[in-house]
């Protein structure tokens, strides 16, 4: 395998020249430090450029994807030009680690509901949407007998979260909220849902003198402290939002989430399913129990 891996960095591939100690900052120069590689069972972690392209014809459709974004109806254009550079954006982002508000800038597009969910295509071949909400309505009915289950102080803050079920005629969105802020009760979490800005949640703006079952005015996506997306249909679809956004940027799940996030992606998603945390890993005992 170390022979393989050899001829594969000769050969230039990206995700082995990149750790490369004279493709390293200098203050990075140690072997093992600030390592670049998949973390999150991303399959095209930092893809070849296309055959016959450079980094600077790459640019240039950079440059025209980014008056494109300007015109209306123009999703398919955009579509064909963010998957032409996408090994170009994964570099960028990969290597240099730059700040949301300069990414913002350089690549508009993708901060679109549209193209983050094509953004995770490219990175691990799942279509985020579909396969999330699939497998969360498919795991609600067990979730909820665990989480019924649950005593002690954290059970009852999940029956009062879970109360709302029992108000007569409940939405699937509304169940699928109910469902996401229970298990964040459940294994423990708290400050994924916020009223204010921080430096990675989702803000719910909620209408004046609105009652828990009313709809939100607004719903969205916080990075590094600034709205980065909002006008969510509902709290589950923002949570796709942003668990796209954190493989699209390569960024790592906040500490304070990390359970409700390797939920996220290792059962609902199930994606490097086979690797879980001890919290995780008896919560899918359970629901394989059920």
Not at 105 to 119: G, M, N, S, Y
Not at 197 to 206: A, D, L, P
Not at 219 to 233: C, N, S, Y
Not at 258 to 279: A, G, H, I, M, N
Request: glycine share 6%; net charge positive; charged share 30%.
């Amino acid at each position: 395998m170390g022979n393989f891996r050899t001829k594969l960095r000769n050969l230039g591939c990206p995700e082995l020249t990149v750790n490369a100690l004279k493709h390293k900052h200098p203050d990075d120069s140690a072997p093992a430090k600030n390592v670049k590689k998949p973390k999150k069972a991303e399959v095209n972690y930092l893809p070849p450029y296309p055959t016959g392209e450079t980094k600077e014809s790459l640019e240039r459709v950079r440059t025209e994807l980014v008056e494109e974004v300007k015109k209306r109806d123009n999703g398919k254009i955009i579509s064909e030009k963010m998957a032409k550079t996408f090994s170009l954006r994964r570099e960028e982002i990969v290597t240099q680690c730059p700040l949301i508000a300069d990414l913002q800038e350089r690549w508009p597009a993708l901060f679109t509901l549209v193209q983050i969910k094509e953004e995770f295509l490219r990175i691990t071949t799942l279509h985020l949407e579909s396969k999330f909400m699939l497998l969360l309505d498919q795991y609600t009915p067990k979730l909820l007998c665990i989480f019924t289950a649950k005593g002690g102080a954290a059970g009852r803050r999940i029956r009062g979260v879970m109360s709302c079920l029992h108000k007569g005629e409940c939405s699937i969105e509304k169940r699928r909220e109910v469902i996401i802020r229970s298990l964040m009760e459940y294994v423990g979490e708290h400050g994924l849902f916020t009223e204010c800005f921080q430096t990675m949640n989702i803000f719910i703006v909620k209408k004046d003198g609105a009652s828990e079952d009313d709809d939100y005015e607004d719903i969205g996506i916080v990075l590094e402290g600034q709205e980065v997306l909002a006008r969510f249909r509902n709290v589950s679809q923002a949570c796709v939002a942003l668990l796209g956004f954190i493989y699209a940027l390569n960024l790592q799940y906040p500490k304070p989430l990390r359970y409700t996030f390797e939920v996220f992606q290792k059962l609902f998603l199930e994606l490097d399913s086979l690797k879980l945390s001890p919290k995780v890993l008896s919560l899918k005992n359970q629901l394989l129990a059920c």
